[in-house]
């Protein structure tokens, strides 16, 4: 026959003690999908900014295209 757990009112359950380990097991794995999204934006936004300026003009740039137009 199965055993019933009757709740009093105002009595709380114990509660067992949380070591640290626990604690940062549970962190992490809560974090852990914030973390992997953060780490891949900051990919996204990386090379994005490296494709910025590597297709920015230089400002020297016109000054020798106008010096060989004139040379010819």
Avoid: C, Y
């Avoid at 709380?12 to 999204?37: C, D, G, I, Q, S």
């Avoid at 780490?39 to 090379?47: D, L, S």
């Avoid at 994005?48 to 004139?70: A, Y």
């Amino acid at each position: 026959m199965a055993t019933q757990n009757s709740k009093k009112i105002g009595q709380r359950p114990a509660e067992k003690p949380v070591n640290k380990m626990e604690t940062l097991h549970n962190t992490w794995t809560v974090m852990k999908p914030f973390v992997h999204f953060s780490v891949k934006a900051m990919q996204v936004i990386g090379h994005g900014l490296v494709f910025i300026v590597k297709n920015v003009p230089k400002p020297g740039g016109d000054k020798d295209k106008d010096r060989k137009m004139m040379k010819l």
